[in-house]
Every structure is written in C-alpha cells, then in structure tokens.
Nanobody
Framework: QVQLVESGGGLVQAGGSLRLSCAAS????????MGWFRQAPGKEREFVAR????????FYADSVKGRFTISRDTAKNTVYLQMNNLKPEDTALYYC????????????????WGQGTQVTVSS
C-alpha cells in the first residue's frame, strides 16, 4: 500500500525558509512523478511544483519560481520542497502527491496523497 508522509511544516516569519519532506513507501516509484500542492483556507488546492522520479525533471508554479526548489533522494525514497523567501501568501496546508508517468499540474490526475503539513508565514 502506497504511503506518502509529509513533514517539515511550521511557523516562520516572512523572508524565512522551510524544507518540507515527503517520505514515500509501498511501491517502486521509478516511473512516477511527485508533486507538491497547497491549499489555503477557503481556496482551492493549487499546484506548487513537480518532479519526475527517474530523471528529476522539474516544473514550478509561477508564484513560487525562483523561491522554491523541489528535489528527490532516490536512495531514501524522499521528495523535498525547499522554500526560501517565504511570504504570508504561502501560508497553506502543503500536500505531497504521486502519479504514474509524467507530472501534471492537475491535482485530480494524482493517484496518491499524503495527509499534509501546515506552513504558516507571519508578516
């Protein structure tokens, strides 16, 4: 059974940094893509970043480009989201997700989801 477990969220001041982790287990992910999404209260879930597990190809939402970096450690089966220069508008519940094949910005195309980790950025 596939499990995705996020960690690393917390409270940080604007301009600060956090690194989120997503530990994946339950299958081989070599032909999968991993994505990070976020959802703020009263808003729809939105795409943040994605990475293909095999070659590490990445793609970012415009709102985080240049500030966030997605990466993966294939030996640890873990995906990371390094978040720098955080802004109050980055406050949200951050989710890790997995889907077979190439990545996508559509949340409904992902098969597996973690429980989420809260990120709160104070001004």
């Amino acid at each position: 059974q596939v499990q995705l477990v996020e960690s690393g969220g917390g409270l940080v001041q604007a301009g600060g940094s956090l690194r989120l982790s997503c530990a994946a287990s339950g299958r081989t992910f070599s032909n999968y893509a991993m994505g990070w999404f976020r959802q703020a209260p009263g808003k729809e879930r939105e795409f943040v970043a994605r990475i293909t597990w095999n070659i590490g190809m990445t793609f970012y939402a415009d709102s985080v480009k240049g500030r966030f970096t997605i990466s993966r450690d294939t030996a640890k089966n873990t995906v990371y989201l390094q978040m720098n220069n955080l802004k109050p508008e980055d406050t949200a519940l951050y989710y890790c997700a997995a889907r077979a094949g190439l990545g996508s910005g559509r949340s409904d195309s992902y098969d597996y989801w973690g429980q989420g980790t809260q990120v709160t950025v104070s001004s």
